[in-house]
């Protein structure tokens, strides 16, 4: 099948793409037990499958286009652009709206990681900053940052079939984090659990988390 598609067969760039968003996802997110390993081996295929469609091989527009018999004229990699028939536009749209999720949730990660990094070395419990707001923001940094560039930007077959799973995964792991913060900070975590929701700040909560987010 011969489809003139942008980005297609860029796969030097897709190489780099995913060394670079693999550096940054374990940079901050260094697995240690095999449930952060199991965790982490399927953001790294989100990636791989992410890039490689976004720079390589469009096989969603593919599989589209094989089995849904669509029109070939004006077929674009990104699908939203060719879903919505806007082209160039709609894959425009979709990225700047994605970037701007993504960064948001790359911010909340890292700024997560440096505020649990704090706690640690001070042997406190991390409870204030971002950590006030929501009990595990990287996690939720990470949710943010996959759905921005996953979802928004360029979704594909595998991103949005992994992304759900995902984060079952981390919330699973989150859950069994907590269990060993109760073992080690007793009926203070009971407490601030009870106080502070687990990925999604309350009402009025989400513009101090933008704020704290930032840069």
């Not at 594909?156 to 799973?165: A, E, G, K, N, R």
């Amino acid at each position: 099948m011969n489809l003139h598609i942008a980005h297609s067969g860029a796969w030097g760039l897709a190489i780099i793409m995913i060394v670079v968003a693999s550096w940054l996802f374990y940079r901050y997110f260094a697995p240690k037990g095999w449930r952060e390993w199991a965790g982490a081996g399927l953001v790294q295929a989100f990636i791989i499958a992410l890039y490689a469609e976004m720079y390589g091989f469009p096989l969603t527009i593919y599989l589209l286009v094989r089995f849904f018999h669509l029109d070939r004229r004006g077929l674009n990699a990104n699908l939203w652009s060719t879903l919505l028939g806007l082209g160039d536009t709609g894959m425009l749209i979709s990225m700047l709206i994605g970037y701007l999720v993504l960064f948001f949730g790359i911010g909340l990660f890292i700024e997560g990681w440096r505020e649990l990094y704090r706690a640690h070395q001070a042997g406190r419990l991390a409870s204030e900053g971002l950590y006030g707001l929501v009990r595990h923001p990287q996690y939720a940094g990470l949710f943010v940052g996959l759905f921005g560039e996953g979802v928004v930007h360029w979704p594909t077959v595998f991103s949005v079939t992994l992304f759900p799973i995902i984060v079952l995964a981390y919330t699973l792991l989150a859950y069994r984090e907590e269990r060993d913060m109760i073992e080690k900070f007793g009926d203070r975590y009971e407490q601030y659990r009870r106080r502070v929701p687990m990925f999604f700040p309350r009402r009025g909560g989400w513009h101090r988390l933008i704020e704290q987010a930032k840069p």
